[in-house]
């Protein structure tokens, strides 16, 4: 393996830290879109611990599942926009703890 | 023709049309109906009876086979022999005396064709529990007239007294059927047949006197006469059951169903012979019941349960023949005891009829000339009763003493209580003729026994008269007992008994020679009055052994105490219900952040827990 080698653990820890970053996110904001972006950063995060773990080993894994994890979100982004029209619609709020009327 | 079947067919049919009518039908036909139906079955008896006395001939007759079960073939089956013949003529002649007595008794009464219907049904079971060929047959007539006892105890149910003196019948007579249900089972279990004949004959081939297996046979046998026949220790439901009408309590607490213990353990007496354990407990269960009865007669207000704690004493007289194996003379005096006992129910019915229900025999008083016809059918049933001389009563029980007597061993104790009893007996009934019949008039009757009434009471005076010379067909059913040495030390104690106790009763209640008051109102003679008055205390004494036990058990178990356990487990999924609740507040980031909490919890514990 040559160039530049970045090693494994300073991967780890950017992904590691996005990852914090989405989940810190998701916890915090009440609005939804900022929720869903979020968990787009937390999505990422872990598809780059992917990668980077399929690098060190030389196996083609790792980025099978980033296209895996790439497709789900797009996926999940097109299902989640919908759902956020849907809940802007009906509750004209975006803000979920407005929007708790599912509560037992 | 044979007339046989047609015995118990009469008053059924007649039981059932009444039944089906639902009351409906005018009161007029019901009647004429209900006593008719007896007297075509008197009627079939007395032809029966003609003819049986003409041949001797015993007869069976199977009508059908009622089951077959494994070789177990009850029928619907009759045995006609003397002792059949002379229950039967009981049954169907008393019984249509009363029956008739009934429809002037009753007339007034919204329910006169409910009372027929019952009537006419327990004359029916009554036929069948004393001609039934078999054990099986024979306890279905035993609980027909228990149910019959338990309705017409109740006839008046709006009054819930009467409701719970039917109960008390009804469930103090099915602790004696139990144990007689067990002892078919026992006896078809051990011989394999229930048709009475066979199986005694069986028995003697099987058995030795004394085994144990006869004896608990014949103990469970006589369970159920002691509960039937209201004896000692199951007598109490008899007095409480006064509360029906007064025809019912001469018919059936006086006449017929009450002795049936006694056909019983007559109709079984080989079983009884092989177990002598038994038959001697039959003697002190007769001897104590008629003595407890006595002392309680003596102290009673109510006219009927005077009759009532009588009529319990003198089972117990037949209960301490059958005990000493004079059988004979225990079914003649039942029959005789019949006679003056259904005679002096109806006279006090009477009485009671034309006094405005009036019970208490210290408001009657003084009616010797003004119900002529039931002071004369009173004085004839208590010398009767008491055994005055050539009165009916004076030869049976003269019979019983005698056989007693001549007991080995234990025989002339059983006099001595006899005739203590033949004392209390005479004074008991002397009290009440001379209390309600002479003295002072306290209330005036307002109306006379019309023909309907007085008839059946003049029949029943001349047959309590001269039953004591009815020759009995008795020869061919009990072996014969050796016959009675003539003992006229005996004989004469034995007149002179009642002929005292009239005396007493005389000076105590009529003449007032001696004070009963400062008697009575002495510090023990109040006690001691008081205890007989309860009857001894014996329904206290169950009350607090076994019904509030047994009620206060009920409440418990009412409660559902299972149902506790079930009701907690309920209890604490609802709470862990309510405080996982407030989890599912429905706010998204709370849920997000709760999945975290738990996935470091995890990813700690793992973590710690690696190698």
């Known amino acids: 393996m040559g160039g530049l080698q970045i090693p494994m653990e300073h991967v780890l820890a950017l992904a590691g830290l996005l990852f914090s970053c989405g989940l810190m996110g998701l916890m915090l904001r009440r609005n939804i879109i900022f929720m869903l972006m979020s968990l787009e950063v937390m999505l990422n995060a872990a598809a780059l611990a992917f990668v980077a773990a399929g690098a060190y080993w030389g196996q083609a894994d790792g980025q099978v599942i980033f296209l895996l994890i790439l497709t789900v979100a797009a996926a999940e982004v097109a299902v989640g926009l919908g759902l956020v029209l849907q809940i802007q619609r009906r509750f004209k709020t975006l803000d979920m703890d407005q929007a708790n009327r599912l509560q037992g | ?611």
């Open chain 2, 1 to 611: 023709m044979n007339l046989i079947p047609l015995i118990p067919f009469f008053p059924l049919a007649s039981a059932a049309l009444l039944l089906l009518t639902t009351g409906r039908m005018p009161r007029g036909i019901a009647a004429v109906l209900g006593a008719g139906s007896v007297g075509l079955s008197a009627l079939c008896v007395a032809l029966t009876a003609q003819q049986f006395l003409a041949t001797g001939e015993i007869q069976q007759i199977t009508l059908w086979t009622w089951m077959a079960i494994d070789g177990f073939t009850p029928g619907i089956a009759f045995y006609v022999d003397g002792l059949t013949v002379v229950m039967m003529s009981v049954i169907t002649g008393v019984g249509f005396l009363i029956h008739l007595y009934s429809i002037e008794f009753m007339w007034e009464d919204e329910s006169l064709c409910r009372y027929f219907t019952y009537m006419n049904l327990f004359v029916a079971a009554m036929l069948l529990l004393v001609m039934a060929d078999n054990l099986l047959l024979l306890y279905l007539g035993w609980e027909g007239v228990g149910v019959c006892s338990y309705l017409l105890v109740g006839f008046w149910y709006r009054d819930p007294a009467n409701g719970a003196a039917a109960r008390k019948a009804f469930v103090v007579t099915r602790i004696g059927d139990t144990a007689m249900a067990l002892g078919l089972f026992l006896l078809l279990a051990e011989l394999g047949t229930l048709d009475i004949q066979p199986l005694m004959a069986q028995a003697a081939n099987q058995w030795q006197a004394g085994d144990t297996l006869p004896i608990i046979a014949a103990a469970l046998l006589l369970g159920g006469a002691v509960g039937k026949s209201a004896q000692l220790p199951l007598h109490t439901w008899l007095p409480d059951a006064m509360a029906g009408p007064t025809p019912v309590s001469a018919l059936i607490h006086a006449a017929t169903m009450v002795t049936a213990g006694v056909y019983l353990i007559a109709r079984t007496y080989g079983l009884f012979l092989l177990a002598p354990p038994v038959l001697e407990a039959v003697a002190w269960i007769g001897l104590a019941t008629l003595l407890l009865a006595a002392f309680t007669a003596m102290a009673q207000h109510d006219i009927k349960r005077i009759l009532a704690y009588s009529t319990i004493s003198q089972i117990g007289y037949m209960f301490l023949a059958l005990g000493v194996g004079a059988f004979a003379s225990g079914i003649f005096h039942l029959m005789t005891h019949a006679f003056f006992k259904a005679l002096l129910f109806l006279a006090a019915g009477a009485v009671i009829h034309c006094l405005h229900h009036e019970h208490n025999i210290f408001r009657m008083g003084g009616l010797r000339s003004r119900l002529p016809v039931v002071f004369a059918s009173f004085l004839i049933g208590s010398a009767a009763l008491a055994a005055l001389p050539f009165t009916s009563g004076f030869y049976s029980k003269d019979a019983i003493l005698l056989s007693a007597w001549e007991l080995e061993g234990i025989g002339p104790w059983l006099w001595a209580g006899g005739l203590l009893g033949a004392l209390l007996t005479s004074i008991y009934s002397f009290r009440l003729v001379f209390i309600v019949f002479f003295g002072e008039t306290q209330t005036e009757p307002d109306k006379q026994p019309g023909w309907k009434m007085a008839a059946p009471l003049l029949l029943l005076c001349v047959l309590s008269l001269i039953g004591g010379w009815f020759a009995l067909p008795l020869a061919g059913v009990f072996p014969a007992g050796e016959g009675h040495g003539v003992n006229h030390t005996i004989e004469v104690i034995s007149i002179g008994t009642p002929l005292l106790g009239l005396l007493i009763a005389y000076l105590l209640f009529l003449g007032r020679q001696v004070s009963i008051s400062s008697l009575v109102e002495s510090p023990t003679g109040a006690r001691l009055k008081d205890f007989w008055f309860s009857g001894w205390r014996i329904d206290s004494l169950y009350d607090a052994l076994w019904v509030r036990p047994y009620c206060a058990v009920a409440q418990w178990w009412q409660n559902e105490p299972v149902d506790k356990f079930y009701n907690a487990v309920v209890s604490l999924s609802q709470w862990a219900h309510r405080r996982l609740l407030v989890t599912q507040s429905g706010e998204l980031r709370w849920y997000a952040t709760t999945m975290v909490m738990a996935l470091v919890l995890m990813l700690a514990f793992m973590l710690r827990n690696a190698p």
